[in-house]
């Protein structure tokens, strides 16, 4: 079956930087857009970075300018480089894999990103 292993999340103080990844396993991961949202404590999961197949890629504006989204599609991997965190970047943080046209979506476990003020 599908997998997505989110990895990389942790404690980190305001300022501070994390790297996500997230391994995907039994796709052909380079047909996918490739996605990683975030939900927070009483909040909807939303959208914070989005890579095409492509390499096209697109940030929720709280975060442009300190996250950068990137993919590996040699290593079947995806990852968001995080830095200047700050405390209202706490949330749990998702990848989603989607096949265009086909409405054929995947989504991984999650990692909890801790940001200490």
């Known amino acids: 079956q599908v997998q997505l292993v989110e990895s990389g999340g942790g404690l980190v103080r305001a300022g501070g930087s994390l790297r996500l990844s997230c391994a995907a396993s039994?796709?052909?991961?380079?047909?996918?857009?490739m996605g990683w949202y975030r939900q927070a404590p009483g909040k909807q999961r939303e959208l914070v970075a989005a890579?095409?197949?492509?390499?096209?890629?697109d940030y929720t504006q709280s975060v442009r300018g300190r996250f950068t989204i990137s993919r590996d599609n040699a290593k079947n991997t995806l990852y968001l480089q995080m830095n200047s965190l700050k405390p209202e970047d706490t949330a749990v943080y998702y990848c989603?894999?989607?096949?265009?046209?086909?409405?054929?979506?995947?989504w991984g476990q999650g990692t909890q990103v801790t940001v200490s003020a």
């Open positions: 039994r796709i052909t991961f380079s047909y996918y857009d």
């Open positions: 890579i095409t197949r492509s390499g096209s890629t």
């Open positions: 989603k894999a989607d096949l265009p046209l086909v409405s054929i979506n995947y």
